[in-house]
């Protein structure tokens, strides 16, 4: 079992930043991908970012290369988004995911899922 508490959502304006948190605990998840999805109200849940533990590669929507990094802190066992130039369109609830698909972007990929927070971006 693996647990997933995130952290850091909150209401920013247009142009601002926001850094996401995601604890990670329970059993040893070095053969996991992470990620984080996003949804907002009436849509479907959405990759955003992804990145494979052991390897470090990783992957972004197109919405948001050059403006978020995924990273994790293997010290501290958490996984973190840094978003900046933040948009309107950024506004949903943020998921941290943990899994062994080979899909990053897919929901059926992740075994394990947070809470979620909310990130709003006002203009």
């Known amino acids: 079992q693996v647990q997933l508490v995130e952290s850091g959502g909150g209401s920013v304006q247009a142009g601002g930043s926001l850094r996401l948190s995601c604890e990670i605990s329970?059993?040893?998840?070095?053969?996991?991908?992470l990620a984080w999805f996003r949804q907002a109200p009436g849509n479907e849940r959405e990759g955003v970012a992804s990145?494979?533990?052991?390897?470090?590669?990783?992957w972004y929507d197109d919405s948001v290369k050059g403006r978020f990094t995924i990273s994790q802190d293997n010290a501290k066992n958490t996984l973190y988004l840094q978003m900046n130039s933040l948009k309107p369109e950024d506004t949903a609830m943020y998921y941290c995911?943990?899994?062994?698909?080979?899909?990053?972007?897919?929901?059926?990929?992740?075994?394990?899922w947070g809470q979620g927070t909310q990130v709003t971006v006002s203009s």
């Open positions: 995911a943990a899994g062994y698909g080979l899909t990053w972007y897919s929901p059926g990929s992740y075994n394990y």
């Open positions: 329970g059993s040893t998840y070095s053969a996991y991908r």
């Open positions: 990145i494979h533990i052991r390897t470090s590669v990783k």
